[in-house]
């Protein structure tokens, strides 16, 4: 009986941890620039103090238009900046302006041009800029060898931002380079004070290398701070406990996941698998947690 719940186990294990690499292949723009809406926007404009020439400029603008709709205030307000733009084709400022303006209004793919220019014509020496578009010519234009350039000319810029150096850890451990990964993610940790997702991101690399034992250590880190409420964090040190042999642990571990996320049907599901049972009992009708669609038989046995 133990060897057929360690069979299962395996398979659950393979298909949920180790089926891919999805754990860092969110979109890195919508990672570091969450979208606002259009009343957001407009909030900030109107709230925020012009400090320099543009700002002045671009509030000015922004107040000629005080009575229409938020939407159309601020794609009046882009039209400007993209207008700035165009007139001013060497102004690092504009460019670096309009494209975070894009970022922030969810087309990222419309700043586009001018990072380009910015970067590689003016080479500019701001270092977000540059991270940007390495961002950009990974996940828009499928551009490796230009992304690796941008994120790494980001990096000599500005070599301790934590940003930057995850990113390049994210490029490294999508393409199987998991030992340059590791480094990179050990140095934003150090440059973050050793925030969780430091750990939780490097904890990827020690699994692909097979490496359980740190991995496990990194995730315990983790789910110590802000990340607790993270599950791929769970189901990856669940995984690592269960090929270090540490089954105990891997219990108390999914006992907490299911207080943790009750409509999280995995948990339950993996910790009935690697309980220790006597016999063939059916698995318990209310195995899954209501509301979640999943074919289930309660006669089916293990």
Sequence with gaps: MKGRIEKYVCLIAA???????????????MFYFTPMTD?????LFENEEPITESDILIKEEFDRFRDETPHVKIQRLEDFILKKVQENPNAIEWCGIYSQFCFFRGTPQKAYSCLKRACEELQTQTAQAWFLLAALEREFLKNNENAYQY???AIELEPDDPSFLFLLGTFLEQD???VESIQYFTKAIKATDDTPGGYAYRAVNYIHLGEYAK???DLEHALSGEWVRNPDCYFYLVGCYLHLNQTENAIDLLSRAVEQFPREAAFPLIRYLIQDRKSDKPLPENLFTPGIQITFKPEKRI
């Design 215 to 217: 991995a496990a250590a």
């Design 15 to 29: 298909v949920l941890l180790w089926g891919s690499s999805e754990v860092v292949n969110a979109s890195y723009l």
């Design 176 to 178: 199987g380079k998991y």
């Design 151 to 153: 994120i790494r000319r």
């Design 39 to 43: 009343y957001e926007l407009c909030d």
